[in-house]
């Protein structure tokens, strides 16, 4: 469709392509309600004229959303549209917004939230059971550990997602375990990115409670958010996944956390971790943004001691 240059572009020619009927997308149950949208676990049909289907996730606009939150929601469509082709980024696979409510298809996350997922590994806990993603059959690996080699790897699978999407200027909304996805074959994806200007806006929109627990101190400090200030969330993360979903600073009530962590107090080294690992995860809490070390660093550091390791 040819568009002319004095008109501005229609939101409904740049997404054609992403397009899906709705009469092929079914949705089955609610998995989370946010202040603007619902997702629901559903499902929709591959091919336009077969009956094959695949599973998503549907991220539904609520039809009592604001102007704001439907800003939101078309920013995260849009976003969500140029991340493609990351193992670690939940994928669009399709939207539909010819009319309301406006719906994201995006890929399916078999195993929930990163937190809820260290919950389950708990020493003594139930074990878990971790479908491998390359078994035609869907056989199941049952009584699965996860163990520091594990540990490792989705560490470095969280980094190697913050490094694609910090190629695009974007960061990741409210980076935490209960914010990251958990894939089949226990990898982890990233999900709900944003400009870093426009984080302080949606914080307050969505205004129950900051995740001040995963915020950097010139987040806390002055509403300031980068690639850097995501760096300091994956230290936080990292902590969180080598202590099985534990709260970070529990002794600290939110009202006090800030001026602690402005203050300089930093977690100290999970149990079991070595002197490397903590100096990598140290380095994500260096009190100036710019002296925190880059994805690429953190990803060779974390890949030398997988290998010493192993
Ligand atoms: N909850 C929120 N988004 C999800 C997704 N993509 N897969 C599974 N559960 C989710």
């Known amino acids: 469709q040819p568009m002319r240059a004095d008109e501005p572009t229609q939101y409904s020619q740049l997404r054609q392509c992403w397009e899906i009927p709705r009469k092929d997308i079914r949705q089955s149950e609610l998995l989370a309600r946010g202040v603007f949208v619902e997702v629901w676990k559903g499902r929709i049909k591959k091919f336009p004229d077969r009956d094959e289907v695949i599973r998503v996730a549907i991220k539904k606009l609520l039809p009592e959303a604001t102007e704001k939150g439907r800003k939101f929601f078309l920013a995260e469509m849009e976003v969500t549209k140029v991340l493609q082709a990351n193992i670690n980024v939940i994928q669009l696979i399709g939207c539909y917004t010819l009319h309301e409510p406006w719906l994201l298809m995006l890929e399916y996350a078999s195993e929930g939230t990163l937190y809820s997922f260290l919950q ?12 491998t993603s390359s078994s035609k059959s869907s056989a199941r690996l049952k009584n699965h550990k996860v163990d520091a080699h594990k540990m490792l790897a989705m560490s470095a699978q969280i980094v ?5 999407i910090s190629k695009f200027k974007l960061v990741c909304y409210r980076l935490r375990s209960a914010s990251v996805l958990v894939g089949k074959g226990a990898v982890c994806k990233l999900t709900g990115f944003g400009f870093p200007q426009d984080v302080t806006e949606r914080n307050q929109y969505e205004a129950d409670s900051l995740p ?11 509403n300031m958010y980068s690639t850097q200030s995501d760096t300091w969330s994956l230290g936080v993360v990292m902590w969180e996944i080598l202590h099985f979903g534990a709260t970070p600073y529990p002794a600290f009530g939110q009202d006090e956390l800030p001026d ?4 300089g107090y930093r977690l100290p080294a999970p149990p079991h971790c070595s002197d490397e690992l903590y100096g990598i995860i140290s380095k994500c809490w260096s009190a100036l943004p710019e002296n925190r070390p880059d994805y690429d660093t953190i990803m060779t550091e974390l890949t030398n001691l997988a290998l010493e390791d192993s």
Do not use: F, Y
């Open 160 to 164: 190697n997602g913050l490094q694609h």
């Open 120 to 131: 389950r590994c708990q020493p003594g806990a139930q074990r878990v059971e971790i479908t």
């Open 260 to 263: 602690k962590v402005i203050d």
């Open 212 to 222: 001040i627990r995963w915020m950097a101190p010139e987040s806390l400090s002055h």
